[in-house]
């Protein structure tokens, strides 16, 4: 087990690990490997669009080190878990909006401290914006048509002012009749009207063919 470029990410040959918060346990059936007494969570690149990433090229420093994140789109908790393992000091609020999803979110939360759920639409920031207060974190994975304009509103509600952030773009969401590029090129000017720089974007094949992700930061 090797350090990988991102602090706190391990790498094995060509798989991404991260130390487990909550030895013993699994959250979605990865693999689990003991290494001097250390044991580290498989990073699924397949399940996880954030292992995708990173494996696609995302810079060093794209993760940071944030006290306070805010994550849309949480699902059952599958890379928000992999982000509690790798800053454990930080408080991450996740937000979710299907009651099923949440409950599996809930009982999550229930084994790692600093996990925050939220059962909310993240189309209504003002219904959380005070709960999360300033964060310097932004991850967001939804899809939904107007998923930019949904980041844009969420960043201005909550990113902190050098915050920096993570869209996951799902092409296919927001129109099937355009090409991606096109797609692309429309959330790109959306963020920057909205004073959010791109730094990186790749697509996640063969991860994911639909997505693309785009890291950013305040101008
Ligand atoms: C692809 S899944 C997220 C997977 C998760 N990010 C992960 O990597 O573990 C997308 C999730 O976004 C949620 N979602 C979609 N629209 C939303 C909205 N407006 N507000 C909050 N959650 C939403 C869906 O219910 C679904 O659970």
Request: glycine content about 6%; overall charge positive.
């Given at each position: 087990?090797?350090?990988?470029?991102?602090?706190?990410?391990?790498?094995?040959?060509?798989?991404?690990?991260?130390v487990?918060?909550?030895?013993?346990?699994?959250?979605?059936?990865?693999?689990?490997?003991?290494?001097d007494?250390?044991?580290?969570?498989?990073?699924?690149?397949?399940?996880?669009?954030?292992?995708?990433?990173?494996?696609k090229?995302?810079?060093?420093?794209?993760?940071?080190?944030?006290?306070?994140?805010?994550?849309?789109?949480?699902?059952?908790?599958?890379?928000?878990?992999?982000?509690?393992?790798?800053?454990?000091?930080?408080?991450?609020?996740?937000?979710?909006?299907?009651?099923?999803?949440?409950?599996?979110?809930?009982?999550?939360?229930?084994?790692?401290?600093?996990?925050?759920?939220?059962?909310?639409?993240?189309?209504?920031?003002?219904?959380?914006?005070?709960?999360?207060?300033?964060?310097?974190f932004?991850?967001?994975?939804?899809?939904?048509?107007?998923?930019?304009?949904?980041?844009?509103?969420?960043?201005?509600?909550?990113?902190?002012?050098?915050?920096?952030?993570?869209?996951?773009?799902?092409?296919?969401?927001?129109?099937?009749?355009?090409?991606?590029?096109?797609?692309?090129?429309?959330?790109?000017?959306?963020?920057?009207?909205a004073?959010?720089?791109?730094?990186?974007?790749?697509?996640?094949?063969?991860?994911?063919?639909?997505?693309?992700?785009?890291?950013?930061?305040?101008?």
């Amino acid at each position: 087990m090797k350090p990988a470029p991102w602090e706190r990410v391990y790498r094995d040959g060509r798989d991404l690990f991260t130390v487990n918060r909550n030895p013993g346990a699994r959250v979605y059936g990865e693999t689990l490997s003991t290494v001097d007494g250390v044991e580290y969570r498989g990073w699924d690149p397949f399940r996880s669009k954030l292992a995708a990433f990173l494996l696609k090229g995302a810079p060093a420093d794209v993760l940071g080190d944030p006290r306070t994140v805010l994550y849309l789109g949480a699902a059952h908790g599958t890379t928000v878990s992999h982000l509690s393992d790798l800053w454990p000091r930080a408080m991450v609020f996740a937000v979710e909006k299907s009651p099923t999803s949440f409950a599996r979110l809930l009982a999550l939360a229930r084994q790692r401290p600093g996990l925050v759920p939220i059962l909310a639409d993240a189309q209504l920031p003002e219904r959380y914006q005070a709960d999360v207060g300033s964060a310097e974190f932004l991850y967001q994975d939804i899809a939904q048509r107007n998923q930019a304009g949904i980041f844009v509103e969420n960043a201005r509600a909550c990113l902190a002012p050098r915050g920096r952030g993570i869209l996951m773009l799902k092409v296919r969401s927001v129109t099937q009749q355009r090409p991606t590029a096109s797609v692309v090129r429309e959330a790109r000017s959306l963020l920057l009207s909205a004073g959010l720089r791109v730094e990186y974007e790749t697509t996640l094949a063969p991860f994911s063919r639909e997505h693309v992700a785009l890291s950013v930061r305040w101008e």
